[in-house]
């Protein structure tokens, strides 16, 4: 004799189940993949002045732009991809198209005074601070 009940619809929450998984994890939900920032940047100070490196690999100098207002500092550019009828890739794990990154520094800069060099694929700026965001010794 039987005395649970049969669940008819027990295949279609299990289905139902791991759809909702697999949307989760492609939208980044419950420790799913999550898209990095890009750039991956590092910014450090020395003295008077910010720096940051920032890896673009195959972004070419006149598709970027750097522009820098108060602490808020934006780095727009465009990495091209291969072009043609006949490509087919295989395997393509390196972005191609537009991006921007907005960052808040950790001072203001002075922003007529940013240096750029974009040298093997890595971008470095030097960035001056704003006279009020300097050190300054305070005598006893």
Same mark, same amino acid.
């Given at each position: 004799?039987?005395?649970?009940?049969?669940?008819?619809?027990?295949?279609?929450?299990?289905?139902?189940?791991?759809?909702?998984?697999?949307?989760? !994890?492609?939208?980044?939900?419950?420790?799913?993949?999550?898209?990095? !920032?890009?750039?991956?940047?590092?910014?450090? @100070? @020395?003295?008077?002045?910010?720096?940051? @490196? !920032?890896?673009?690999?195959?972004?070419?100098?006149?598709?970027?732009?750097?522009?820098?207002?108060?602490?808020?500092?934006?780095?727009?550019?465009?990495?091209?991809?291969?072009?043609?009828?006949?490509?087919?890739?295989?395997?393509?794990?390196?972005?191609?198209?537009?991006?921007?990154?907005?960052?808040?520094?950790?001072?203001?800069?002075?922003?007529?005074?940013?240096?750029?060099?974009?040298?093997?694929?890595?971008?470095?700026?030097?960035?001056?601070?704003?006279?009020?965001?300097?050190?300054?010794?305070?005598?006893?």
């Amino acid at each position: 004799m039987m005395t649970g009940r049969l669940n008819l619809w027990a295949p279609y929450q299990d289905l139902r189940r791991q759809i909702d998984q697999l949307f989760d !994890a492609f939208a980044g939900f419950n420790g799913g993949p999550r898209v990095p !920032a890009y750039p991956p940047v590092n910014i450090w @100070e @020395e003295g008077d002045t910010l720096y940051l @490196e !920032a890896e673009l690999p195959g972004v070419k100098q006149e598709d970027l732009e750097i522009s820098a207002i108060g602490r808020e500092l934006t780095l727009r550019g465009r990495r091209a991809g291969r072009e043609g009828q006949d490509v087919c890739y295989h395997r393509q794990e390196r972005g191609v198209g537009e991006f921007t990154r907005v960052l808040t520094l950790p001072v203001e800069v002075e922003s007529e005074q940013i240096e750029a060099a974009l040298k093997d694929g890595v971008l470095t700026l030097t960035m001056p601070k704003v006279e009020a965001a300097k050190a300054r010794k305070i005598k006893v």
